[in-house]
């Protein structure tokens, strides 16, 4: 779930570079069972890669379906991503090696920006504006180092872009660019830009080829790497235990599993919310890092029409609210859903705030008042909307991670170490900072841990 334009990803991409993890060391234990917490992308590769080498693995998932926080849902006559959906980028991604190697397609998708629309002073943005407010965003994103060494590791996003702004002349570029740049951030990071660490932030690695969507959605390839494995739904963990002698797992139902050793995969924020209990108990490093990282809230609302009533074709368009962090870009999902859609994506704070207050039919209100008073014309209901809570599904509890300001990327490496006596071990994109908050990410570390255990390599390596 992360985007950005494209130009501003062409300056991003400048500062990072694709990196291949480096082998874990094994554990000292012989591997006997594996039991799998999480049927999501980084339980269900772990899962395959020990599958494969011959290791008895069950997985045990607390939702009625794989995926986790991708899931592919059809909304009336469409077919939508409402959670992850991108692959971002495909040179060596192994996410893009796997759709090939599992018969699965992806197409480019190079996002750019059709239009936008102030909706404070009520006007469409010309083509000059929104080349001037690109190219503020690509000054920005170049100048990243020059404010972390200015403003110092306590420093927030917020303190960077306010740093930026306050250099331009024209009050309202100003606030236009100060308002493209905080979607643009926290569409990125999920977290609002108020408590993003400006010094961890946008230091990931990429890989090169563009974005690109899965053709029919990720559930093509999620279903493809649960084919075999022995997944058992409606399993919520709520204990592990481990000692010299292996490992148990418990499920609210009363249920118990034995191991010789387990992964865990749930997100960063069911870790943090402390839903399963780990006896000994989680480290007091993995807790201090637990701290200093956060679950960001990235949303959608999907409206389906029975006609296509804009003109743009798998592009953005620009929205300035009067409230900051509302709406700000909608995106054309049309040619990819197989019916006229239109997803508007928010985050941060204002997620944060419009998840715990407006209803879904509130939240449908709004983005079609937005989206109308954009194209310049009263826009009919939609004949079907999709909503999206991650932030209060308990099996997710929010997007994806960021750190603190004051938080770094060691905290991550932290999480992705295993228990004491390394019965227990972890993985998620929570774990694995380079690709963190993507499903490469989660894929990667996935592998990570299953190499720990002698798993074998995947379809495509």
């Not at 932030?201 to 899965?214: I, Q, V, Y």
């Not at 993985?427 to 908050?437: L, Q």
Request: glycine fraction near 10%; proline fraction near 6%; charge should be negative.
């Amino acid at each position: 779930m992360r985007h950005t334009t494209h130009r501003a990803l062409s300056a991003l991409a400048a500062l990072t570079f694709a990196c291949a993890p480096a082998p874990p060391s094994r554990v000292p234990q012989r591997v006997e069972t594996v039991v799998v917490v999480g049927a999501g992308v980084a339980g269900l590769v772990a899962a395959r890669s020990l599958s494969r080498a011959g290791i008895p693995v069950v997985v045990l998932e607390a939702r009625d379906r794989v995926g986790g926080r991708l899931h592919t849902a059809s909304v009336g006559p469409a077919r939508v991503d409402v959670g992850g959906a991108w692959i971002h980028g495909v040179v060596d991604n192994p996410v893009a090696e796997s759709f090939e190697a599992f018969g699965l397609e992806a197409r480019p998708h190079p996002w750019a920006i059709a239009s936008g629309f102030d909706a404070v002073s009520r006007t469409t943005l010309d083509s000059g504006e929104i080349s001037r407010l690109e190219s503020n965003v690509e000054s920005w994103f170049l100048g990243l180092e020059d404010q972390r060494a200015e403003l110092g590791p306590d420093a927030s996003m917020a303190d960077g872009i306010e740093r930026f702004v306050t250099r331009l002349d024209d009050p309202t570029e100003a606030r236009r660019t100060q308002a493209f740049l905080r979607g643009i951030v926290e569409l990125e990071a999920a977290g609002p830009i108020e408590e993003l660490s400006l010094r961890d932030t946008f230091t990931e690695s990429g890989f090169a080829g563009g974005d690109h969507l899965p053709v029919g959605g990720y559930g093509g390839f999620v279903e493809a790497l649960a084919e075999g494995l022995d997944v058992r739904l409606g399993h919520e963990v709520v204990r592990v235990e481990h000692g010299v002698d292996g490992a148990s797992v418990h499920t609210r139902d009363g249920s118990r599993f034995d191991a010789s050793h387990v992964v865990v995969t749930v997100p960063l924020g069911v870790l943090r919310a402390e839903t399963i209990v780990f006896d000994p108990p989680l480290t007091e490093a993995k807790r201090e890092a637990l701290d200093r990282l956060r679950m960001g809230s990235l949303e959608k609302v999907v409206l389906v029409f029975d006609e296509k009533h804009w003109s743009f074709d798998r592009e953005i368009l620009l929205h300035v609210s009067e409230r900051p962090g509302e709406h700000p870009a909608f995106f054309d999902l049309s040619d990819d859903a197989g019916a006229p859609t239109i997803a508007v994506l928010y985050a941060g704070a204002y997620a944060r705030q419009a998840q715990a207050e407006l209803s879904d039919r509130e939240l449908v209100d709004r983005a079609l008042e937005a989206l109308s008073a954009a194209l310049g014309r009263s826009l009919p209901e939609p004949s079907h909307t999709h909503v999206t809570r991650w932030a209060s599904d308990p099996f997710a509890r929010g997007s994806y991670g960021y750190a603190l300001p004051g938080g770094s990327r060691a905290d991550y490496a932290v999480l992705a170490e295993p228990l004491p006596g390394a019965r227990v071990l972890f993985a998620g994109e929570h774990t694995f900072f380079p690709y963190r908050s993507t499903v490469t990410g989660a894929f990667l570390s996935g592998l990570r841990e299953a190499a720990r255990l002698g798993g074998a390599p995947l379809e495509g390596f």
